[in-house]
């Protein structure tokens, strides 16, 4: 049901050794010593770009930890992602709709979480206003019958629309010893819901520079880059690239779809846009978690909607106008004192003078000094999971 050991995956550093447990460095061991297996459960295998993304690195931190096997349940075949789980005789109806598609992947969460050692909840809003109540519930549950300690690692949490809810999750939260959050406003949620603050190691992605370096070719042109997956921002999109066209402030505009609901807005914008000096081009994510980031990572600009486009395009210092159709947008330009409006609706003008002002300020070569930093911690909270029941080491906030 996954691969039986673990390999360095793509695009970690070459001194970076396989996970291997601490009975693997003793000689009389042989062949046979055993790695921990921790089952990483989030929004992977539904060919979203950002929560692949978490895969990948969840992927690639437990590589980095020694004695960790990570299990990422239902995770795309993207060609980086070289450790997922799935159970064969589910594996066919995992992305249905409806009852089928229901059973089967419960059934594939429990094998998960009987199969490993330890549960981590890894990256994304699985505790948010839109989250599955009854997923949550369903891993902490398995993981009390199986006696599996269950942890959260790069998590939104909240906000929360009733007490109710609140509380509800609030009785899941408690159940985890370990909790890691991406923002401060899933501190307070934690803290309002639990009685006790969790850490804030931030994104999964903001490791991201210290694991891979991406590929940029020698002959760069100035492009634009167009993420967008909801309607409401085709007249302002559409004015950013009026004016980008008529001023020949980029080469090319790349029109991206990270996920299914951008294909079909993205290329209605596309249809829709006329240029006159710019060249155009289209590009989907398919089966390479790192070709998005080598796209996004050279780009001049990024107009995005998605989250994990911009998170992505801030941590190699390309400049992005992130959309805010949610909360938790708004709080990553808050959290990092970014520009750029931070309402839901911007007028066309704002977004059409904040693009231009990106696009005239010279472009920086240094990565997102705090990589390092973020890879370390999540390493030591990783470790920490799977030696549960050793003496604990505060993780930094």
Not at 24 to 41: K, L, Q, V
Not at 370 to 395: K, T, V, Y
Request: net charge neutral; proline share 6%.
């Amino acid at each position: 049901m996954n691969t039986p050991e673990v390999d360095v995956v793509p695009g970690v550093a070459s001194n970076a050794s396989p996970a291997r447990s601490p009975e693997c460095d003793d000689a009389r061991s042989g062949p046979r010593c055993r790695e921990t297996r921790i089952a990483f459960f989030g929004f992977y295998g539904r060919h979203n770009f950002g929560d692949d993304l978490f895969g990948y690195l969840l992927q690639a931190i437990s590589a980095r930890t020694p004695g960790i096997q990570p299990l990422i349940v239902g995770a795309s075949p993207a060609e980086e992602l070289t450790h997922p789980f799935h159970l064969p005789v589910a594996r066919a109806l995992w992305a249905r709709s409806g009852a089928m598609g229901a059973v089967a992947r419960s059934l594939t969460y429990i094998a998960a979480v009987f199969r490993a050692r330890a549960v981590v909840f890894g990256g994304g809003s699985l505790f948010g206003a839109n989250a599955s109540l009854s997923f949550a519930k369903l891993i902490v549950t398995a993981g009390h019958w199986f006696n599996r300690p269950v942890a959260a690692l790069g998590v939104s949490v909240g906000p929360f629309a009733t007490v109710e809810r609140r509380n509800a999750f609030g009785d899941v939260l408690r159940a985890m010893p370990y909790i890691a959050v991406r923002d401060e406003a899933s501190v307070h949620a934690v803290a309002n819901a639990t009685g006790s603050a969790p850490a804030n190691l931030r994104d999964l992605a903001f490791a991201l520079p210290a694991i891979y370096t991406p590929k940029r070719k020698p002959d760069e042109r100035r492009t634009l880059i167009v993420s967008i997956h909801l309607r409401h921002y085709t007249d302002a999109v559409l004015a950013i690239l009026a004016r980008v066209d008529s001023q020949r402030l980029v080469d090319e505009v790349v029109f991206v779809s990270l996920d299914a609901e951008s294909v079909a807005v993205t290329g209605d914008i596309a249809r829709l846009f006329s240029p006159s000096n710019v060249s155009v081009r289209r590009f989907q994510y398919g089966s390479s978690i790192t070709a998005v980031v080598d796209l996004l990572a050279a780009a001049s600009c990024v107009v995005t909607s998605k989250l994990h486009g911009a998170i992505v395009s801030f941590v190699y210092d390309t400049p992005v106008m992130l959309f805010c159709y949610q909360r938790k947008c708004a709080e990553f330009l808050l959290d990092n004192a970014l520009p750029g409006p931070r309402e839901p609706q911007p007028s066309d003008d704002v977004c059409v003078t904040h693009v231009t002002e990106l696009l005239a300020r010279e472009r920086s070569e240094q990565r997102y000094s705090s990589a390092q930093w973020h890879l370390d911690q999540f390493e030591r909270f990783i470790a920490r999971i799977g030696n549960a029941g050793a003496p604990a080491e505060p993780l930094d906030n």
